[in-house]
């Protein structure tokens, strides 16, 4: 079954108004139940905005998004997915276990259930102990695992991410992308992840989709034949750069063809 | 938990010094200054130093202890706490109404945009309009309001007119911290399907609570100048405000008397503001201290 099913988006900002801002132009898009899909493209190629229509954080302007087999809108009400943010996000005034517990409480399950749930939550992203902390005395990697554990708390069969590890560390960076496909393998999680990295998309990803912008729309679909076994050789075996060559020259040719140059023209 | 308490005695020192400093000065000018005050181009600008102008501070103290008028067994420092005491509940009342106001008019404001605009101006000219003048109609209206078995006592009118200085700073600071919750946030309570009720409680109060921390310090003191105001104004008897006019009438004859009940209001207002403070203290303990590294 697709997870999410996107056929001929489009998204525009003061349509009709002199500053019309096209940020996503007939855009088609499946992932399948189970599958890492990365987005990946320059700034203002529509990347973010293709997530928040999954998310129906915004409307398409054209087109139709299904999610779980249901109209965006629905599946939102429903809350068939987690989302997690470049800024973790965690309430200050909150214990990170009372964070995680948040979008459980919305959902109105009652203390116990919540409380069960969250320590499964707290040991899946390996920080058991840290429930009764408050965000800010945590690391912003063990923020954002946090952030994480939050946007699953709920099971739901799918997980948006927005750059999630765009503000931390290289050396952090790298830990987490692995906590987070061992994450993903031990729940069964769909995943559609925003960055701007290339080697990250690569590492994380089944699928990797290069956009371009003015106005945004897909050049490119990678598939990283890397298999679902991922470890950290993994970063320096051959078929990895080959993907990071495909990938590089899918963003370098939109490139190219913006300035006016060849691909040998560098 | 050692360093808070060091961090409050420091405080409580300098407090102290600082008050200490100004009975120095006060003292020091009372002995050496000119007889007759200091003149320029013959404007008096510095005060006479006589008993009069000037009393000793002990002797402002001392006054506390003795009788409020002649013969009577009551003294001053019972007269002024018993005023002291009226003005507050008057002062809380109006806090409180104030409060409720504030926060009220504030998630309007944040829910529909357009009562911020219709409302918003009227509130920054409603500051404008002078206490002094708002008083007797207050208390006019009041006077003819009488809804079944409840009829307006004085004493309400002055609550309402601390309550109307309060009401706008908290209602502005409310304002302002509804406002500031991340857009990640509010995307995080959307992507949830959370109702804006949900989102109001869960995330924006929470997120507001340190800008309503001091909109409400500021309302607190300011519900406290609005009452004695009030009760001058209006000429309601039992609070602090009618004990200042009271002992300056007679303070040709019993200069230190005045600066009892001038004492006394400054207490209510420190008082008022300790209390918020206390609750400030309370509902911030689990934050991240931005003073502490």
Known sequence: MTAVSISKASKSFNQGKANQVDALSDVSLDVQNGEFVSLIGPSGCGKSTLLRLIANLLEPTAGEVVVNGKSAAQARLDQDYGMAFQQAGLFDWRTVRKNIELPLELKGWDKADRRTRAQEMLQLVQLPEFGDHYPWQLSGGMQQRIAIARALAAHPPLLLMDEPFGALDEMTREYMQGELLRICAATGTTVVFVTHSIPEAVYLSNRVVVMSPRPGRITKVVDVALGSERSEDTRNRSAFFESITAVREGLRGMHAAHVGLGNDDR | ??????????????????????????????????????????????????????????????????????????????????????????????????????????????????????????????????????????VSWGGRLEVGPFTWPRWLSASVLGAFLAFFPIAVGTLRGLAAAPAASVELMQSYAASWGRTLLKLRFPTAVPYMVPAFRLGASASVIGVVVAEISTGLKGGIGRLIIEYAREATGDPAKVYTAIFGAAALGLTMAGVVIAVDVFVMRNRPKETVS
Request: avoid cysteine; glycine fraction near 10%; charged fraction near 15%.
């Open chain 2, 1 to 138: 938990m050692t360093s808070l308490l060091r961090r409050a005695a420091y405080r409580t020192g300098m407090f102290v010094a600082a008050l200490a400093l100004v009975v120095v000065v006060w003292e020091t000018y009372k002995a050496f200054g000119p007889a007759d005050g200091g003149k320029l181009f013959g404007a008096r600008i510095l005060p006479r130093t006589s008993e009069y102008a000037m009393p000793h501070v002990w002797d402002m103290f001392s006054r506390f202890g003795r009788p409020e008028v002649r013969g009577s067994d009551r003294t001053v420092f019972s007269a002024v706490l018993s005023g002291a005491w009226y003005s507050f509940r008057l002062s809380a009342a109006g806090f409180v109404m104030g409060s409720l106001l504030g926060v009220g008019l504030a998630m309007l404001m944040a829910r529909f945009r357009f009562v911020q605009r219709g409302v918003l101006p009227y509130l920054v000219v409603s500051q404008t309009v002078p206490l002094i003048a708002l008083a007797p109609l207050v």
